[in-house]
């Protein structure tokens, strides 16, 4: 008879716990003990889990990463037709729901260390696929990726400009990159 596992959600809360320590402290100042700290787990379990750091920190930003693409797809639910899609693409920027604070810390982090890491960078390659994977179903490749890569620079810069741009300010560019739509 096989034993059941006395607390079945620590790996998901070391998971959630390492994003927040990144999101909180920066990745170069995570440590076992900070997230087992926060995740109320022994130190013992983040080596019973996690083959080590690199691998954690991987884990943790392809769960990130997979909530995120998930959200991404949510705004784009009932999308009929590129316009509806246009429309999709300026409530995703210029909502709150994704640009959170802990969210775009996370990102931030991501960028800057993708580089240091190839597996790091191959999260950050597939978060990038699957978002395209989504805008191609109304657009074409080309396209997609273009859409895709204004939603990731206007995310940061609607959370950042003193002035953003308006809803319809943006709905004229991801027009005209769209193709006029």
Request: proline share 4%; glycine share 6%.
């Amino acid at each position: 008879m096989s034993r059941r596992p006395n607390d079945p959600q620590r790996r998901e809360r070391i998971l959630q716990a390492t994003l927040d320590t990144i999101a909180e402290h920066g990745i170069h100042a995570v440590t076992h003990r900070k997230i087992a700290s926060c995740a109320g787990v022994p130190l013992g379990s983040m080596t019973y889990y996690f083959d080590g750091m690199d691998s954690l920190l991987e884990e943790a930003f392809i769960w990130f990463t997979q909530q995120m693409s998930q959200q991404y797809r949510d705004f784009f639910a009932g999308v009929t037709g590129p316009e509806m899609a246009c429309g999709s693409i300026v409530t995703l920027i210029h909502s709150s729901e994704v640009t959170t604070p802990n969210n775009m810390e996370l990102m931030y982090q991501l960028y800057a260390f993708m580089n240091r890491s190839a597996a790091l960078k191959a999260v950050m390659q597939d978060w990038m696929q699957t978002s395209q994977t989504t805008l191609v179903q109304w657009f074409d490749p080309v396209t997609a990726r273009a859409l895709d890569a204004f939603i990731e620079g206007m995310t940061l810069h609607f959370v950042t400009d003193r002035q953003p741009l308006s809803r319809e300010e943006l709905r004229a560019i991801v027009g005209r990159i769209a193709g006029g739509i």
